[in-house]
């Protein structure tokens, strides 16, 4: 039997390609393996958050284009992912309280709500606060979770949480005690911070009532019965909060309590109607008043005297002294407290001496001096108290408050107390034993005053409504 003989030496014919064939052949390979390399690129990149409204916005988007003839670039370019957001929108059917609300003690009310997130939520807070009470339950706080039920939408009343149970159900409101309390909705996602969606402030409120009387005054009732006029303006009905905190009627409260812009920062200072007019001349010669301290402590330069308020510490806060007897006249809304952390405005017996030395011995006043125009007055220092953030010594701060604005004002000083010194309190409707121009204790120095200089930044006196309601300067 023959085999067959292999072929041998017969040359191996390929098709014929053209060049154009050639090229075209190169550009598609280089497309495909361009395409080969994207695909593992997306298949091995992390997966992102998925997103509750807009599930397409981490795709990849492909842009091919000619770089130049007779080549091809791919250019691959990732959306970056949407910033969180959180809303929430209230249940008609189930409202939570409006601000201002009166809720009754020991009674549980059901409220509804939705949060909508753009991202997967992890958790969904309720925090309550009352104001002035730090004993439990506060600060009351509740939280659902979603790691086994992930959502983007959740609803307050919905049981589908790890907990299985709604926020609404774990949120027992009889818990709360009699005050002023602020609700706070928060909601957090996977890598964030708690964000809040919703905030409202409500009363809780039992049946039981005491009346501020003329028995809680231990030496003020005549000045406060002469500041008010009539009774009703100031002796109110109340309930005990905490300590030495109560709350106020609400009626009360909203027939005779207001706000207006004060410092710094026109922080809002909240207080009795009938003291606006005396805050609001105070405000007036401290924003167009100007002065100087130099020596040992080195110079401020012209500062304006309203600059010296560097921190507001209350005015209107419902509130007996810590005696539980006599009552605090915070609890008008007709004195205020600035600058409290520095120590000689601390109320302590020792302060009466400190501030006494400091501004009897080492403060002079120099007269009113002028620069750029700006009348000032100027003072020197041979003491060596620390200083405010304005370079003025601290015992020397709000004595000058009060000798430039808050005296002219009809305000009388804490410092002038019997047997302490309370030097951050100025106050319209107490008894102060002593005053700035008793012969032994009164610190007075200033008696005659600068024409006022129109600061640009400070409202002017003529416009002011509480201007022309206020008192005169003091003689």
Same mark, same amino acid.
């Given at each position: 039997?023959?085999?067959?003989?292999?072929?041998?030496?017969?040359?191996?014919?390929?098709?014929?390609?053209?060049?154009?064939?050639?090229?075209?052949?190169?550009?598609?390979?280089?497309?495909?393996?361009?395409?080969?390399?994207?695909?593992?690129?997306?298949?091995?990149?992390?997966?992102?958050?998925?997103?509750?409204?807009?599930?397409?916005?981490?795709?990849?988007?492909? @842009?091919?284009?000619?770089?130049?003839?007779?080549?091809?670039?791919?250019?691959?370019?990732?959306?970056?992912? !949407?910033?969180?957001?959180?809303?929430?929108?209230?249940?008609?059917?189930?409202?939570?309280?409006?601000?201002?609300?009166?809720?009754?003690?020991?009674? @549980?009310?059901?409220?509804?709500?939705?949060?909508?997130?753009?991202?997967?939520?992890?958790?969904?807070?309720?925090?309550?606060?009352?104001?002035?009470?730090?004993?439990?339950?506060?600060?009351?706080?509740?939280?659902?979770?979603?790691?086994?039920?992930?959502?983007?939408?959740?609803?307050?009343?919905?049981?589908?949480?790890?907990?299985?149970?709604?926020?609404?159900?774990?949120?027992?409101?009889?818990?709360?005690?009699?005050?002023?309390?602020?609700?706070?909705?928060?909601?957090?996602?996977?890598?964030?911070?708690?964000?809040?969606?919703?905030?409202?402030?409500?009363?809780?409120?039992?049946?039981?009532?005491?009346?501020?009387?003329?028995?809680?005054?231990?030496?003020?009732?005549?000045?406060?019965?002469?500041?008010?006029?009539?009774?009703?303006?100031?002796?109110?009905?109340?309930?005990?909060?905490?300590?030495?905190?109560?709350?106020?009627?609400?009626?009360?409260?909203?027939?005779?309590?207001?706000?207006?812009?004060?410092?710094? @920062?026109?922080?809002?200072?909240?207080?009795?109607?009938?003291?606006? !007019?005396?805050?609001?001349?105070?405000?007036?010669?401290?924003?167009?008043?100007?002065?100087?301290?130099?020596?040992?402590?080195?110079?401020?330069?012209?500062?304006?005297?309203?600059?010296?308020?560097?921190?507001?510490?209350?005015?209107?806060?419902?509130?007996?002294?810590?005696?539980?007897?006599?009552?605090?006249?915070?609890?008008?809304?007709?004195?205020?407290?600035?600058?409290?952390?520095?120590?000689?405005?601390?109320?302590?017996?020792?302060?009466?001496?400190?501030?006494?030395?400091?501004?009897?011995?080492?403060?002079?006043?120099?007269?009113?001096?002028?620069?750029?125009?700006?009348?000032?007055?100027?003072?020197?220092?041979?003491?060596?108290?620390?200083?405010?953030?304005?370079?003025?010594?601290?015992?020397?701060?709000?004595?000058?408050?009060?000798?430039?604005?808050?005296?002219?004002?009809?305000?009388?000083?804490?410092?002038?107390?019997?047997?302490?010194?309370?030097?951050?309190?100025?106050?319209?409707?107490?008894?102060?034993?002593?005053?700035?121009?008793?012969?032994?204790?009164?610190?007075?120095?200033?008696?005659?005053?600068?024409?006022?200089?129109?600061?640009?930044?400070?409202?002017? !006196?003529?416009?002011?409504?509480?201007?022309?309601?206020?008192?005169?300067?003091?003689?």
């Amino acid at each position: 039997m023959t085999g067959r003989t292999p072929l041998k030496g017969i040359p191996l014919k390929l098709p014929a390609w053209s060049k154009k064939q050639t090229i075209l052949i190169g550009v598609l390979a280089g497309v495909l393996l361009c395409a080969i390399v994207f695909l593992i690129a997306v298949l091995s990149r992390p997966a992102e958050p998925a997103c509750a409204e807009d599930p397409d916005s981490n795709e990849v988007a492909e @842009d091919i284009e000619l770089i130049e003839e007779g080549s091809v670039s791919l250019s691959l370019a990732a959306t970056p992912p !949407p910033d969180l957001a959180l809303t929430f929108r209230e249940d008609a059917d189930n409202p939570l309280p409006e601000n201002g609300a009166i809720l009754k003690l020991g009674e @549980d009310v059901a409220f509804g709500g939705t949060v909508y997130s753009n991202y997967p939520l992890d958790s969904v807070n309720v925090s309550i606060s009352c104001s002035h009470n730090g004993k439990a339950p506060y600060p009351y706080r509740k939280s659902v979770h979603f790691k086994q039920h992930r959502t983007g939408v959740y609803s307050l009343i919905d049981p589908a949480t790890d907990e299985g149970a709604s926020l609404s159900m774990l949120t027992d409101l009889s818990e709360l005690l009699v005050g002023w309390h602020t609700m706070k909705i928060s909601a957090s996602v996977s890598g964030s911070r708690a964000v809040e969606v919703f905030r409202c402030s409500f009363y809780v409120l039992g049946d039981k009532w005491e009346t501020i009387t003329k028995d809680n005054f231990t030496d003020s009732y005549k000045e406060a019965k002469a500041f008010f006029g009539s009774e009703e303006r100031f002796l109110y009905r109340y309930q005990w909060v905490y300590g030495r905190y109560i709350v106020a009627d609400p009626v009360w409260e909203q027939t005779y309590i207001t706000e207006i812009p004060g410092y710094p @920062d026109r922080t809002p200072w909240k207080m009795h109607i009938d003291a606006v !007019p005396y805050f609001g001349k105070a405000f007036d010669y401290l924003n167009t008043s100007f002065l100087r301290v130099h020596g040992t402590n080195g110079d401020t330069g012209v500062i304006k005297a309203i600059d010296l308020i560097t921190e507001y510490n209350g005015c209107y806060v419902s509130r007996f002294t810590s005696s539980l007897k006599s009552i605090s006249h915070h609890t008008f809304g007709t004195a205020v407290d600035v600058n409290a952390s520095m120590e000689p405005n601390k109320n302590t017996e020792a302060n009466t001496k400190v501030i006494d030395d400091d501004v009897k011995g080492h403060l002079v006043f120099n007269g009113i001096q002028t620069e750029n125009g700006i009348p000032y007055y100027d003072f020197t220092y041979d003491g060596s108290y620390d200083t405010d953030p304005n370079g003025v010594p601290q015992t020397c701060v709000n004595y000058l408050l009060y000798e430039l604005g808050f005296f002219r004002a009809g305000f009388e000083w804490a410092h002038y107390y019997k047997s302490t010194s309370d030097a951050m309190h100025f106050c319209l409707s107490e008894f102060v034993t002593y005053n700035h121009e008793h012969p032994k204790f009164g610190l007075r120095k200033v008696y005659q005053y600068a024409d006022p200089v129109k600061d640009p930044a400070a409202p002017s !006196p003529d416009a002011s409504p509480a201007a022309s309601a206020a008192p005169t300067d003091t003689p």
